[in-house]
């Protein structure tokens, strides 16, 4: 490793990803969990679904979980298998971003979805509390719910300490036991069909605003699985494949409970709020089916928590493996886990776990879709500047077909932020300003010597020229 001044080197390699010196051999994760992983970084179910047949009725949730996987979910996942094994290592879209536009906003990327990160998993122990108060109420309010919220963190962080082979395969048992009651009500439910129910809309109103949202909280995240390519084996044949499975276990997870619940109980609109699905399943198969949802939403959160921090802490490992973090934070445990990155992400979801999450996470929305803007653009610079440089995986279009791929979800990122509050974009702005202070503070310390930043020795350098004048036009 050499130090280097971390503004002043743009990317266009895949850096080396030495871990740190382990007693333990590091094992790759494989397909299955990988799988897993995918599903509960992007989805975990359809816990939350509930907001689309509020918001538009039967039908327009029914076709926009059939539409919008085609608008985003497969653009998306198409991009992130493609850069993934351009560049199968950790930090994922940073460094791909780097590579294209420069640093600085490689720099961005990251900072915006860590936070997005970061807030998500904030949300997950409160969630898994809010599922399990109806049965134990003590965890409602007051110290139990606290000692609750510090505890579970606590025991999923140490998860991650021990080694993403072991996150996957939790994942895959979580996975499993919090789809199946879904399975069981689709089949139970089948007698109770009334087809002509999917295709209501009723006299009310759409609201565009949380019927977009909850598609999109619903179906996003794909590029989450690139900050961990480089504890992928195989990554160039496993990461698009796992992908691939990942769109068709996500999009039916979330349409077939939905099918199964509009199609058999009498809608009212108004009460398809979070955790419904529960009710409709005690409707359709009795009360033991309505506590197993209870149970699998709850497993679900958990879930989740555990891929996305896995995702952020190897985001943050990356970041650093590239200069663009002090070198602390690319420290592995003795598991190989990224040590500092973990602790970082769990003292910001403590941190977060006491907030009111309403205009947050839609401010989270906000952010992540100007995260995605510079992902397209990455992707799309990357195919007209590098044409013949290694893709083992690569989206069969040509150059025009790259931005063609790109519109349909730039188009509804245009809908989402068109939808949102004032209030929700000035608190959006402020988070992004600090991004655009964060980096060149960061590049002081560098040339200060504060502290130490790294990059692979085996990291080339660009053309400086060339893509100091892309990001000085960017920034301007």
């Known amino acids: 490793m050499t130090d280097n001044n971390n503004n002043e080197h743009p990317y266009d390699a895949v850096p080396s ?32 679904a509930e907001g689309s047949v ?12 059939i539409i919008f996987p085609f608008i985003w979910c497969i653009p998306e996942a198409l991009i992130t298998a493609e850069m993934s094994t351009m560049f199968p290592t950790n930090g994922g879209f940073v460094v791909w971003v780097s590579s294209a536009l420069g640093p600085f906003w490689g720099f961005q990327v990251g900072w915006m979805k860590w936070l997005c990160g970061v807030i998500d998993n904030a949300l997950y122990p409160v969630l898994f509390l809010d599922y399990l108060k109806s049965a134990i109420p003590a965890l409602s309010n007051g110290l139990p719910r606290v000692a609750s919220i510090l505890i579970l963190t606590l025991l999923l962080t140490y998860l991650n300490y021990r080694g993403l082979t072991i996150v996957g395969y939790t994942a895959v048992l979580m996975g499993v036991f ?74 039916l997870s979330n349409f077939l409970p939905l099918l199964a619940g509009t199609g058999a109980v009498p809608v009212n ?49 990356g970041m650093a493996e590239i200069g663009m973090l002090p070198e602390f934070f690319a420290r592995r445990s003795i598991h190989g886990t990224p040590l500092v990155g973990i602790l970082f992400s769990a003292s910001g979801v403590l941190l977060l776990s006491g907030l009111s ?18 992902e397209f653009l990455g992707f799309v610079v990357m195919r007209m500047k590098c044409p013949d440089k290694s893709r083992p995986y690569k989206i069969p279009v040509g150059n025009v077909g790259s931005v063609l791929v790109c519109v349909p979800p730039v188009v509804l990122i245009c809908f989402v932020v068109a ?23 960061l590049d002081y310390m560098d040339r200060k010597r504060w502290v130490k930043f790294s990059v692979s020795s085996e990291l080339p350098e660009l053309q400086q020229q060339e893509n100091r004048g892309l990001e000085e036009s960017l920034i301007h």
């Open 357 to 374: 999450f309403q205009e947050i996470v839609a401010a989270e929305n906000l952010l992540y879709c100007g995260g995605m803007v510079l």
């Open 17 to 48: 990803t030495k871990p740190a010196a382990t007693t333990n051999p590091i094992k790759k994760v494989s397909m299955l969990p990988l799988v897993f992983l995918i599903f509960y970084e992007v989805s975990g179910g359809p816990f939350g």
């Open 178 to 251: 919090s789809m199946l009651p879904f399975a069981v009500m689709s089949l139970v439910s089948i007698p109770k069909l009334e087809p002509w129910r999917w295709f209501e809309i009723g006299e009310e109103s759409v609201n565009w605003n949380l019927y977009l949202n909850t598609l999109f909280w619903n179906l996003n995240y794909w590029d989450s699985v690139s900050t961990l390519a480089g504890e992928v084996a195989n990554p160039s044949e496993t990461l698009p494949k796992a992908l691939c499975y990942g769109v068709i276990f996500v999009a």
């Open 54 to 65: 509020k918001a538009a009725g039967p039908l327009l949730a029914l076709l926009g979980f």
């Open 419 to 441: 939808l949102s509050t004032v209030k929700v974009g000035l608190v959006s702005f402020v988070m992004v300003v600090v991004g655009f202070l964060m980096k060149p503070f």
């Open 269 to 317: 609109r108004e009460v398809w709020t979070d955790g419904y699905l529960a009710e409709v399943a005690g409707i359709i198969g009795g009360g033991w089916l309505r506590v197993w949802v209870q149970v699998a939403a709850a497993t679900s959160n958990m879930g989740m928590f555990l891929a996305e921090m896995s995702s952020d802490s190897f985001q943050l490992l």
